[in-house]
C-alpha cells in the first residue's frame, strides 16, 4: 500500500522533533503535526522559560549579596512585566529554531490538531493523511485540581503568562514545580505559603535531599506548611482563602496548584485506532515506544515513564534510528541525572539511600557546609553531597546534591556513575580548589551503614 508518509508524528516537543529530523535524515518521508506551540512543554511552558525566571530571581540575592564582598547594589522594585516580555521574545526565537530545523531537515509541517482515524490513518486539521508509522509525542498537561473552589486557581501554564506578579502567592504540591516557583515568587518579592501533604517535597527523592530544600525553603522566607490538604478553596473581598484540613485558613491573593501532569491524550482518536492505555492513562508502550498496535509508537512523556526532556529526546532518536538506521543507539536510561532548580538547586543521579539499601549494604558519605560565598555575605544557605556506595563492589550506585551549581556538577558525576566508578575511582582523583564540587572526591569518613548489615 503507498503512504502519504513513511513516519507522521503526532506533537512538535523536544522528542517529536527528534524523532521526525532524524527519521528524515535517514531518508525517511516525513511529517509533523503541531496545534499548540514547536518545542513542546520545555521550551514555552517549562524548564527554558522556568529556568530564565529562576535567574531573575537570584539577580535580587545577588545584588543583596553584594554588600560582603565591598559593592552596594541598590534594588528596585522588581518589574514583572519587563521579565514576561523578554521571557517571551526568547521563547518566540526557540518556536522559530525548532521550525526552520524541520524545515531544513525536509520534514513536512502542519500547525494543526492530529487525531488518529486507524492504524495508518489521521485527520489532521480536516485533512486526511496516511503513514506507514505513527509516533505520538504529545507530552503532558498540568493535573487540574478537583476540590471545590478549583475555579480560583491557575495551573503551571498560567504562570508563565501573569500579567502582574502577585503580592501574596499560595502554592498548592511539592513537587518539582511547586518548589521551583516558590523560589521564583520568593525572589522577586512575594509572599509565598507553600502547602503539601508530604512533611517534606519532592516524593520519591532521597530523604537528604528532601530535609534539605525543606530547610532551604524555610530560609528562604517561604512559609511551608507540610503534611496539610487542601479542602477547599473561596474567594471574598478580592482575595482568595485556601482552607486546610486541620482548620487553618491562608489568605492569598493568587492560588497556584501544582499538583503534577497528566499525559495529553485528550481527543487524539485512541479508540478508533485501539491504542491501548495503561492504568496511569498514559499510553502503553514496550521497547522502543511500540504500542499494542505495530504501526503506532509513542514517546516521551505522554508514556508517563520518565517525564524529562533529554529522555524524550533519547528516545525519539532511538526509534528513528532503529526504524529507518543502522539500529537504536545505546542509551542508559536506568541512571539518568535530573536536576530541581529550586534556590538552591538539588540535583541527583542514581539510587536513592532507601532504594539502594533494598538491595544490600551500602556505605553513605555526607558533607554539609556553608558555601564559599556565603562565608562573606552571612547568608543562611547550606550545600549538601552525599555519595551512596554499594558495600560488597565499592560502587557508586548514588549521588546527590543540593546547593549553588548542583546540576552542573551532578552532569559530570553522572557519567563517572555509568561508567560503572567505585568509590576509589573518586578517591584517587585530585579535587578543584577551591570548588565545591572537590568535595565528591575528597569525602573520605563513612556516615553510617544503610542496608541489611546494618540492621542486623
Given at each position: 500500500m503507498s503512504y502519504d508518509f513513511d513516519l507522521f508524528v503526532i506533537g512538535g516537543g523536544s522528542g517529536g522533533v527528534r524523532c521526525a529530523r532524524i527519521a528524515a535524515g535517514l531518508g525517511a518521508r516525513v511529517g509533523v503535526a503541531e496545534a499548540r506551540f514547536w518545542g513542546g512543554t520545555c521550551v514555552n511552558v517549562g524548564c527554558v522559560p522556568k529556568k530564565l525566571m529562576v535567574m531573575a530571581a537570584e539577580y535580587g540575592n545577588t545584588a543583596a549579596d553584594s554588600a560582603g564582598f565591598g559593592w552596594g547594589i541598590a534594588?528596585?522594585?522588581?518589574?514583572?512585566?519587563?521579565?514576561?516580555?523578554?521571557?517571551?521574545?526568547?521563547?518566540?526565537?526557540?518556536?522559530?529554531?525548532?521550525?526552520?530545523?524541520?524545515?531544513?531537515?525536509?520534514?513536512?509541517i502542519f500547525e494543526a490538531f492530529a487525531r488518529l482515524t486507524g492504524p495508518h490513518s489521521l485527520d489532521v486539521g480536516g485533512k486526511t493523511i496516511t503513514a506507514e508509522r505513527i509516533v505520538i509525542a504529545t507530552g503532558?498537561?498540568?493535573?487540574?485540581?478537583?476540590?471545590?473552589?478549583?475555579?480560583?486557581?491557575?495551573?503551571?501554564?498560567?504562570?508563565?503568562?501573569?500579567?502582574?506578579?502577585?503580592?501574596?502567592?499560595?502554592?498548592?504540591?511539592?513537587?518539582?514545580?511547586?518548589?521551583?516557583?516558590?523560589?521564583?515568587?520568593?525572589?522577586?518579592?512575594?509572599?509565598?505559603?507553600?502547602?503539601?501533604?508530604?512533611?517534606f517535597p519532592l516524593r520519591g527523592f532521597d530523604e537528604d535531599l528532601r530535609t534539605g530544600l525543606n530547610e532551604a525553603l524555610i530560609a528562604n522566607g517561604v512559609r511551608v506548611h507540610g503534611g496539610s490538604a487542601v479542602v477547599k478553596v473561596t474567594a471574598e473581598h478580592g482575595a482568595k482563602q485556601v482552607h486546610l484540613d486541620d482548620g487553618t485558613v491562608i489568605e492569598t491573593d493568587l492560588v497556584f496548584a501544582a499538583l503534577g501532569r497528566t499525559p495529553a491524550v485528550d481527543g487524539l482518536g485512541l479508540d478508533a485506532a485501539s491504542v491501548a492505555l495503561n492504568d496511569k492513562g498514559a499510553i502503553a508502550v514496550g521497547e522502543l515506544g511500540v504500542t499494542n498496535v505495530p504501526s503506532i509508537y509513542a514517546?516521551?512523556?505522554?508514556?508517563?515513564?520518565?517525564?524529562?526532556?533529554?529522555?524524550?529526546?533519547?528516545?525519539?532518536?532511538?526509534?528513528?534510528e532503529a526504524l529507518y538506521g543502522s539500529g537504536p543507539r545505546a542509551w542508559d536510561l536506568d541512571r539518568v541525572a535530573t536536576a530541581v532548580f529550586s534556590i538552591p538547586p538539588l540535583a541527583t543521579v542514581g539510587l536513592t539511600e532507601a532504594h539502594a539499601a533494598k538491595q544490600g549494604p551500602v556505605d553513605i558519605y555526607i558533607s554539609r557546609f556553608t558555601p564559599m560565598r556565603h562565608t562573606l555575605t552571612g547568608r543562611l544557605r547550606k550545600t549538601m553531597m552525599k555519595l551512596v556506595v554499594d558495600q560488597a563492589s565499592q560502587r557508586v550506585v548514588g549521588a546527590h546534591m543540593i546547593g549553588e551549581d548542583a546540576p552542573e556538577i551532578m552532569q559530570g558525576l553522572s557519567i563517572a556513575i555509568n561508567a560503572g566508578a567505585t568509590k576509589g575511582d573518586f578517591d584517587r582523583t585530585v579535587g578543584i580548589h577551591p570548588t565545591a564540587a572537590e568535595e565528591f572526591v575528597t569525602m573520605r569518613t563513612r556516615t553510617r551503614v544503610a542496608g541489611m548489615l546494618a540492621d542486623e
Open positions: 534594588t528596585t522594585e522588581h518589574d514583572w512585566q519587563a521579565l514576561i516580555d523578554s521571557k517571551n521574545a526568547e521563547i518566540g526565537r526557540l518556536n522559530g529554531i525548532y521550525t526552520r530545523l524541520l524545515t531544513g531537515s525536509n520534514v513536512e503532558g498537561k498540568p493535573t487540574a485540581p478537583e476540590f471545590p473552589g478549583a475555579e480560583h486557581c491557575i495551573v503551571s501554564d498560567d504562570a508563565f503568562y501573569l500579567p502582574h506578579r502577585p503580592r501574596r502567592i499560595a502554592l498548592l504540591g511539592g513537587g518539582y514545580i511547586a518548589v521551583e516557583f516558590a523560589g521564583i515568587f520568593r525572589g522577586v518579592g512575594s509572599e509565598v505559603d507553600l502547602i503539601m501533604r508530604q512533611p514517546i516521551g512523556d505522554v508514556t508517563d515513564r520518565q517525564n524529562l526532556t533529554p529522555v524524550a529526546i533519547a528516545e525519539g532518536h532511538s526509534l528513528a
